[in-house]
């Protein structure tokens, strides 16, 4: 059953519903579709699921980009209604015909509605049984088929039997229906190798074409395998339950043997061990400048509009295209689209955007744009392209306030620790970033504490401590083999009590598929409760980083024993300054995540940490 039906202007105001509907939602899809699809450039998809405890809900959507409407369905997602797609395609079609701009309410549109559901409905229902009633001949017919072919088949066989004694040119006529039997009957070739022994028994001799498959020495072949392969098996179950020898560790020489291999300092262990003054002084960090965009967008754009005249006037001819540039096309469909967003798609995949998000783009970018009428003087290619550039500015802008600084004083000013959990995959980054991170918090007379969490790399430990020698931080440390999330609590209570601004949680490094690391990084954000959890990532990575980023938020939500789990808070972008114009890497994780990139790593020294410049990258991407 339908729950509801809405429609509403892309300003949000909402123009008419059923009130013969009315049922109440549980939740609020309709808010949450607006949010997470269509403005995440995600309207290209067919239809959303919205699942909360108390109920699930399907959405299904469709858009008049020329009046700038949303028709939108709800529906129980467990019914699989199959009008729903016509349904909307009516009232779409309907209430175009009555809309104006300066109306506001539709009472007159009920009981058009009213039959065109009704229709959609009865049109349902004469597709199921239209569907039943030709199943059930093509049922009945493959019976019959079948009872005729086991009927053949067994008399094929006893004609097999009663003709194997003859020699010569009967032994030849044997191994035909041998064929023929495998042709007609259809059987499995168990059942063909079956009778194939009978026939290799009584026509041993017999003479067969030259070329033509042999069944008795596959027969020969198979038995003999089987005869050897069965004491393998018989031995292997006997050696079964005999205990395996465990490996010793090697003796190099007469020195007595390591029962552990700790060397981390006891003395630094709560952070208050001595530390070299050996502080680095390397001046600004980037995240405090501006970039500045070079513009030479002008000249890329003529040449773009000279590239673009010549494959229209190849395609359409010089006249035909310079009329519609003047006059104007009536309303653009998704076959005018097509070839733009395909040379898009590719620009966007060789710029190492992933292909599943490169795709899912250009079906947004043609579901805003179908059915608009094309301006006077303007190509549909620079149209398809200004769509993009406009998605891809919103889905890189962050919706939410990414002001660190801000966050710390607040936490500041409530007596207790801004905490930062940076997790990520093997070898991205982590420690050297989170050091880059500190020392921009120094600059901002920020007192920040670190905290090695990463109890499972051997170095990793040594590696943050250094980075807090250099830069004049405590460090709080337990060593090797212990548990990170008890680590990091202790950490927190030990800035609490040292009156620390922030504490920056370094963590191992995992892949997304390692399902006992990840359920202790789950453990480490459910016990300490982090402010903003970090996720480093290499901007060289293309595919993968869907696979990455999806991953982690699964097994994070999937893994917690919270009712509302913690997932990524923000993105941290490393290796930046070694990708070129591959900038691609950015535009998927924010796609997949949903979260800001709030870092850009782009050096080896402390001060190579900036910001995110849209503008840039949106640029880049579409150069």
């Known amino acids: 059953m339908l729950e509801q039906l809405l429609i509403f202007t892309r300003g949000g105001l909402i123009l008419w519903t059923c009130k013969e509907l009315g049922n109440a939602l549980r939740g609020s899809p309709i808010d949450t579709l607006i949010r997470s699809c269509l403005l995440e450039e995600r309207s290209g998809a067919a239809s959303y699921n919205y699942d909360i405890p108390g109920g699930s809900y399907t959405l299904k959507w469709t858009f008049h980009n020329e009046l700038g409407l949303v028709f939108v ?97 009967d032994g030849e006529d044997s191994d035909d229906n041998v064929k023929n039997g495998t042709l007609e009957n259809g059987h499995s070739n168990g059942e063909v ?99 500045v965009v070079s513009s030479d967008s002008e000249s890329e754009e003529e040449d773009e509009a000279e590239t673009g005249k010549k494959e229209d006037s190849k395609k359409k001819g010089w006249f035909t295209s310079m009329f519609q540039s003047i006059a104007g096309k009536a309303n653009l469909e998704k076959a005018d689209l097509e070839p733009a967003l395909k040379a898009l798609k590719d620009r966007l995949m060789t710029k190492n955007v992933a292909e599943e998000i490169a795709e899912k783009l250009c079906e947004s970018v043609a579901a805003s744009l179908e059915g608009k009428k094309l301006a006077s003087f303007t190509r549909i290619s620079s149209t398809v392209q200004t769509a993009m550039e406009d998605a891809l500015v919103r889905i890189l802008t962050p919706r939410r306030s990414i002001d660190i600084l801000r966050d710390v004083h607040v936490a500041k000013e409530q007596r207790k620790p801004y905490v930062v959990v940076f997790v990520g995959v093997n070898g991205v980054g982590k420690s050297t970033n989170l050091a880059k991170v500190a020392y921009w918090l120094q600059q901002h007379d920020i007192n920040v504490m670190m905290a090695a969490c990463d109890t499972f790399r051997s170095g990793a430990v040594e590696q943050l401590r250094t980075h807090a020698r250099r830069l004049q931080i405590p460090i709080f440390e337990k060593g090797y083999e212990k548990d990170p999330a008890i680590v990091a609590k ?45 996720f480093v990532g290499e901007a060289l990575v293309g595919n993968d980083a869907v696979d990455q980023l999806s991953k982690f938020n699964q097994k994070l939500a999937d893994l917690s024993p919270s009712p509302s789990p913690r997932l990524i808070d923000g993105i941290l972008l490393t290796k930046f300054d070694t990708i070129d114009d591959k900038v691609g890497a950015a535009l998927s994780m924010v796609y997949i995540s949903g979260s800001p990139v709030m870092f850009v790593g782009c050096g080896q020294s402390y001060t190579d940490l900036k910001k995110l410049n849209v503008k840039s990258i949106v640029k880049t991407l579409l150069k």
């Open 73 to 169: 369905a709800v529906y129980q997602k467990i019914l699989h209604l199959l009008y729903v797609d016509e349904l909307l395609a009516m009232v779409k079609r309907e209430f175009s015909e009555i809309y104006d701009s300066k109306r506001m309410v539709y009472d007159d549109f009920d009981e058009t509605f009213r039959q065109l559901r009704k229709e959609a409905e009865a049109r349902a229902e004469e597709m199921k049984k239209s569907k039943q009633v030709m199943a059930k001949p093509v049922s009945n017919l493959g019976k019959k088929q079948g009872q005729q072919m086991q009927k053949s088949g067994f008399e094929g066989g006893n004609k097999k039997k009663s003709g194997g004694g003859e020699t010569g040119k």
């Open 490 to 534: 202790e950490a927190i209570q030990e800035a609490t009590r040292n009156g620390s601004d922030v504490v920056l949680v370094d963590t191992a490094g995992r892949m997304q598929d390692n399902e006992p690391l990840m359920r202790a990084l789950s453990k480490l954000i459910y016990v300490n409760s982090p402010d903003l959890v970090l």
């Open 193 to 291: 190798t079956s009778r194939g022994r009978v026939n290799g028994k009584e026509n041993g001799n017999s003479n067969t074409n030259a070329g033509a498959f042999d069944v008795n020495k596959l027969q020969k072949l198979r038995s003999k395998g089987g005869k050897k392969a069965n004491p393998v098996v018989n031995k292997v179950s006997k050696e079964e339950p005999k205990k395996k020898p465990t490996k010793k560790n090697r003796v190099w020489d007469d020195k007595p043997v390591e029962t552990k291999l700790d060397f981390t300092d006891p003395v630094s262990e709560n952070g208050d061990g001595h530390m070299a003054v050996a502080q680095v002084v390397e001046g600004e960090s980037m995240m405090d400048k501006d970039e």
